[in-house]
């Protein structure tokens, strides 16, 4: 089973800053099986981010993702209030999907 | 619109079964694989279980291997999760979502999840 590890735990910032969060797969992992989600509290999880860099539907073009292998980033260029949340990168691979353990992105 | 909605959660006793439903509409349910994904109070993501489009093969994560069954009913846009031999940590948020695609593979739209809590 492929474990994500994101780092890192907690970011602190401002609005209008630039968030950049970590995701390492511990063996290499398919750019196609590569995909970041956003919980707010009391929500459901919303898709941002598919094939590693692919911005889903209605995603806003301040969330970008990129990364091959064993390390993948997510980077929203300028923070809106709305994006202060909880992400989760996912992987899928040899009919086994795993999470990474989330980032905190939070107002400091 | 995508809907997905959940059903079923409630309290239970270790040991004892329940049996989850998502009934889907606003697309061809009949075309798309589908995912179980849990969250524990106050934890992260937890992928449960998968089934393809037509219900001919189906995963299912370690932890509830050999307890938990998934199965659809493709004449009712229905998605359901057996579980047996509940657990206490098997307390959590049960979401349904659709898989976005056979070559992508992952989530992309969630219900909001139904509730259980196995507890004595």
């Known amino acids: 089973e492929i474990v994500l590890t994101q780092s890192p735990g907690t970011l602190s910032l401002s609005p209008g800053e630039r968030a950049t969060l970590s995701c390492r797969p511990s063996?290499?992992?398919?750019?196609?099986?590569l995909a970041w989600y956003q919980q707010k509290p009391g929500q459901a999880p919303r898709l941002l981010i598919y094939?590693?860099?692919s911005r889903a539907t209605g995603i806003p073009d301040r969330f970008s993702g990129s990364g091959s292998g064993t390390d993948f980033t997510l980077t929203i260029s300028r923070l809106e209030p709305e994006d202060f949340a909880v992400y989760y990168c996912?992987?899928?691979?040899?009919?086994?999907?795993?999470f990474g353990q989330g980032t905190k992105v939070e107002v400091k | 619109q995508v809907q997905l909605v959940e059903s079923g959660g409630g309290v239970v006793q270790p040991g004892r079964s329940l049996r989850l439903s998502c009934a889907a509409s606003g697309f061809t349910f009949s075309s798309y694989g589908m995912y179980w994904v849990r969250q524990a109070p106050g934890k992260g993501l937890e992928w449960v279980a998968f089934i393809w489009f037509d219900g001919s093969n189906k995963y299912y994560a370690d932890s509830v291997k050999g307890r938990f069954t998934i199965a659809r009913d493709n004449s009712k846009n229905t998605l359901f999760l057996q579980m047996n031999s509940l657990r206490g940590e098997d307390t959590a948020l049960y979401y349904c979502a659709r898989d976005y695609s056979m070559t992508v593979v992952a989530p992309d739209y969630w219900g909001q999840g139904t509730l259980v809590t196995v507890s004595s």
């Open positions: 063996q290499s992992v398919s750019s196609s099986h």
């Open positions: 996912h992987q899928y691979d040899n009919s086994l999907w795993t």
């Open positions: 094939r590693a860099s």
